[in-house]
Nanobody
Framework: QVQLVESGGGLVQPGGSLRLSCAAS????????MGWYRQAPGKERELVAT???????NYGDSLKGRFTISRDNAKNTVSLQMNSLKPEDTAVYYC?????????????WGQGTQVTVSS
């Protein structure tokens, strides 16, 4: 059974930093990419950052430079370093894994971890 366990969320002041981590277990397929998406109340889920197994990264608009995504392929983990946090970054952050079987593209989501940026 595939399971994505997220950690690192919490309350931080504006300008502060947090590091999110996601560990995937039960993976029996080839992982194409891992990443993070976020969803604020009343808004749609949006891309934060993704990283492929080969290390190619993709960031949401206006996030590159503040957020940095990294991964450990051997451990099937992905991390998101978030710096210079703003109140608008407040959201539930979801870990995402995309994989491939011979004939099927698979997508999995973690349960989410809350990030709150407030004074």
């Amino acid at each position: 059974q595939v399971q994505l366990v997220e950690s690192g969320g919490g309350l931080v002041q504006p300008g502060g930093s947090l590091r999110l981590s996601c560990a995937a277990s039960g993976i029996i397929f080839s992982i194409n990419s891992m990443g993070w998406y976020r969803q604020a109340p009343g808004k749609e889920r949006e891309l934060v950052a993704t990283i492929t197994r080969g290390g190619s990264t993709n960031y949401g608009d206006s996030l590159k430079g503040r957020f940095t995504i990294s991964r450990d392929n051997a451990k099937n983990t992905v991390s998101l370093q978030m710096n210079s946090l703003k109140p608008e970054d407040t959201a539930v952050y979801y870990c995402n894994v995309e994989g491939l079987t011979t004939t099927t593209r698979l997508i999995y989501w973690g349960q989410g971890t809350q990030v709150t940026v407030s004074s």
